[in-house]
């Protein structure tokens, strides 16, 4: 069993940047993958990015790439994502989802367990 909690979300102008962080509990951490996936409204919940159990592989949805960066820190069980240039379509519920078996992967229908997400609202 698993659980995640996000945290840093807020609100933000344009072009700035936010950090959001997913503590995970439980002894496994390095056994699953971790992703990020957000919800605006009215729209499905989508792909952001997602990282390997090492940390070594990683995937970004065409839409952050260059903008966004994930990563994770094994000891303090925690993945976050650093947001940079945010653009109001960067608004949404963000999702912090853990998939066992540590093989990251772009599908929701992957993951295993979801934190309870977080607000990013992004003005222009």
């Known amino acids: 069993q698993v659980q995640l909690v996000e945290s840093g979300g807020g609100l933000v102008q344009a072009g700035g940047s936010l950090r959001l962080s997913c503590a995970a509990s439980?002894?496994?951490?390095?056994?699953?993958?971790m992703g990020w996936f957000r919800q605006a409204p009215g729209k499905e919940r989508e792909f952001v990015t997602a990282i390997d159990w090492s940390g070594a592989v990683s995937y970004y949805a065409d839409s952050v790439k260059g903008r966004f960066t994930i990563s994770r820190d094994i000891a303090k069980n925690t993945v976050s994502l650093q947001m940079n240039s945010l653009k109001p379509e960067d608004t949404a519920v963000y999702y912090c989802a853990a998939r066992l078996g540590g093989i990251a992967n772009k599908n929701r229908e992957g993951y295993n367990y979801w934190g309870q997400g977080t607000q990013v609202t992004v003005s222009s």
């Open positions: 439980g002894r496994t951490f390095r056994s699953y993958a």
